[in-house]
């Protein structure tokens, strides 16, 4: 698929309570897994759950902004968890080979835990940064059980032809001193290389669809770094016919936390078209519900033009005329100088029959673009009727 080059509009969504009791909606497991504890956060629903793998440096309480709100759309079980060394999660320490603590060593204790907790089936995956890494190698382990995955902002061979190598130099003493303070971050980059050649070894299956999330912001201290990075996203893109991606402009590496409910909205669609899903339409509906509510709350833009105008027509294709209707009535709202949303919307009322509201919208909108050839076509079929 080829990528969609939107650039999104930053969102002041700040302003809208993400918070939830964590008590009472989010249940902590701590397993014993190979010598050594891992704790799985788990929000319980139904259907396929979702799987979502934090970056370096981070542990499984980095998405709780986002999990009510996914949570309520779709329905289903999330789950998150801290990787060895973080959060609540310990390391075997007895085991010093290093090769045992690698991004292998954190995909089998991933999916012994995930084996212990009755979810070892159907998965959806949502990667942010160098948790990208322990998608590829999951889906690539297990084809058949992953139905899609939303990569949010990932490393991609961000670190390959010696970067990772020069990195780990560079923080050599670093890394040595956090072997007693951050155990973690220790284990991490002292086997980055041996990560790096391993995943620059596998690829994600072609069968699993895959929508790439890129920050819009420039990566790293140089613009050799931020090039670098984009670089890395675009190839991906391009190389690989079963994903498609997107630049969230104005948003940083944590991106779902400068525009939440543009993740929130794509790991939903995602879920609603590759999931076994029986209730497809109410995922799209609430979803739309929220982007609706996201928008009046803030007085921002959740969207921009083409992103509401594509979410129009894919559920027109679903034969959800009226919840297209209403997503291209929004579009006028929130974008009344554009001629094309009023060309939009009209489309849409032509095919329900409604040809005078349809006129209405066409000729709003060959009234913004005097040389809107389909408008005046439009306008033409409908005054000979």
Same mark, same amino acid.
Request: glycine fraction near 6%; aromatic fraction near 14%.
């Given at each position: 698929m080829k990528i969609f080059t939107y650039i999104l509009t930053l969102l002041a969504i700040f302003s809208i309570s993400y918070g939830f009791s964590q008590e009472q909606q989010q249940i902590d497991t701590l397993l014993n897994v190979r010598n050594h504890k891992i704790n799985f956060s788990l929000i319980k629903g139904k259907g396929t759950p979702i799987l979502f793998e934090s970056g370096a440096g981070n542990d499984g309480s980095?998405?709780?902004?986002?999990?009510?709100?996914?949570?309520?759309? +779709?329905?289903? +079980?999330?789950? =998150?968890?801290?990787?060895?060394?973080?959060?609540?999660?310990?390391?075997?320490?007895?085991? +010093?080979? &290093?090769?045992?603590?690698?991004?292998?060593?954190?995909?089998?204790?991933? %999916? =012994?835990?995930?084996?212990? &907790?009755?979810?070892d089936? %159907?998965?959806?995956?949502? @990667?942010?940064?160098?948790?990208?890494?322990?998608? /590829?190698? /999951?889906?690539?382990?297990?084809?058949?059980? $992953?139905k899609a995955i939303v990569a949010?902002?990932? $490393?991609?061979? #961000?670190?390959?032809?010696?970067?990772?190598?020069?990195? $780990?130099?560079?923080?050599?003493?670093?890394? @040595? %001193?956090?072997? @007693?303070?951050?155990?973690?971050? #220790? #284990?991490?980059?002292s086997t980055l290389v041996e990560s790096k050649n391993i995943i620059s070894k596998t690829k994600i299956p072609k069968n699993i669809p895959v929508f790439d999330i890129e920050m819009g912001s420039d990566f790293g201290s140089t613009k050799e770094d931020s090039e670098r990075w984009h670089n890395c996203h675009r190839k991906f893109i391009e190389s690989n016919p079963n994903v498609e991606g997107i630049r969230a402009a104005n948003t940083r590496?944590?991106?779902?936390?400068?525009?939440?409910?543009? $993740?929130?909205?794509?790991?939903?669609?995602?879920?609603?078209?590759?999931?076994?899903?029986?209730? +497809?339409?109410?995922? /799209?509906?609430?979803?739309?519900? #929220?982007?609706?509510k996201a928008s009046n709350s803030t007085r921002k833009n959740a969207y921009n033009e083409? %992103?509401?105008?594509?979410?129009? /027509?894919?559920?027109?294709e679903?034969?959800?005329?009226?919840?297209?209707?209403?997503?291209?009535?929004?579009?006028t709202t929130l974008y009344p100088e554009s001629f094309n949303t009023y060309d939009s919307y009209g489309e849409a009322l032509m095919k329900i029959g409604k040809k005078e509201k349809a006129l209405e919208m066409y000729l709003k909108s060959v009234e913004l673009n005097p040389n809107n050839k389909n408008g005046l076509e439009k306008i033409k079929q409908l005054t000979n009727e």
């Open positions: 980095v998405w709780k902004p986002i999990l009510k709100q996914i949570h309520e759309i +779709t329905g289903a +079980t999330l789950i =998150t968890y801290d990787r060895a060394g973080f959060g609540k999660s310990t390391v075997d320490t007895l085991n +010093t080979n &290093l090769s045992n603590h690698n991004v292998i060593a954190g995909v089998l204790d991933l %999916e =012994t835990g995930l084996k212990q &907790l009755g979810y089936k %159907e998965i959806m995956l949502v @990667s942010h940064s160098y948790g990208g890494y322990f998608n /590829y190698l /999951y889906a690539s382990r297990h084809p058949d059980k $992953v949010i902002d990932i $490393v991609h061979n #961000y670190h390959e032809d010696g970067y990772a190598e020069k990195l $780990v130099r560079k923080m050599k003493k670093q890394i @040595s %001193e956090w072997k @007693s303070s951050r155990i973690g971050m #220790y #284990y991490l980059l590496h944590y991106v779902w936390r400068d525009n939440p409910s543009l $993740v929130i909205n794509i790991i939903s669609k995602y879920y609603a078209k590759y999931t076994d899903s029986k209730n +497809t339409i109410d995922i /799209y509906n609430k979803a739309l519900d #929220y982007t609706i083409s %992103e509401i105008n594509f979410w129009g /027509y894919d559920m027109l679903k034969g959800s005329t009226q919840k297209a209707l209403r997503i291209f009535e929004l579009n």
